[in-house]
């Protein structure tokens, strides 16, 4: 269920986002929806990336795992016409 909550934006802004709503048919809500999730998900990410680079022995034992995994998937191809 969605919250409601107040935004004060510039008049360009608000501007702006009505003019990208409409050229996607979405409602200004989805939109303003849409563009917080994809931020606060850059964001994370961002934050991910920095955390890594200052642990970088937990991006080698990550690399090792996707290195594991392509290996391990690589056998998965031969069964499929064996269902």
Same mark, same amino acid.
């Given at each position: 269920?969605?919250?409601?909550?107040?935004?004060?934006?510039?008049?360009?802004?608000? /501007?702006?986002? @009505?003019? $990208?709503? %409409?050229?996607? !048919?979405?409602?200004l809500s989805a *939109?303003?929806?849409? /563009?917080?999730? @994809?931020? $606060?998900? %850059?964001?994370? !990410?961002?934050?991910?990336?920095? *955390?890594?680079?200052?642990?970088?022995?937990?991006?080698?034992e990550l690399d090792?795992?996707?290195?594991?995994?392509?290996?391990?998937?690589?056998?998965w191809s031969d069964?499929?016409?064996?269902?």
């Amino acid at each position: 269920m969605a919250e409601k909550v107040t935004l004060s934006l510039s008049a360009d802004t608000l /501007a702006r986002a @009505r003019a $990208a709503a %409409r050229h996607e !048919g979405i409602t200004l809500s989805a *939109w303003m929806e849409r /563009a917080a999730r @994809r931020e $606060a998900l %850059r964001d994370a !990410g961002r934050r991910q990336d920095e *955390w890594l680079a200052a642990n970088p022995e937990v991006r080698d034992e990550l690399d090792g795992f996707d290195r594991l995994a392509d290996t391990l998937e690589s056998g998965w191809s031969d069964l499929t016409g064996a269902a």
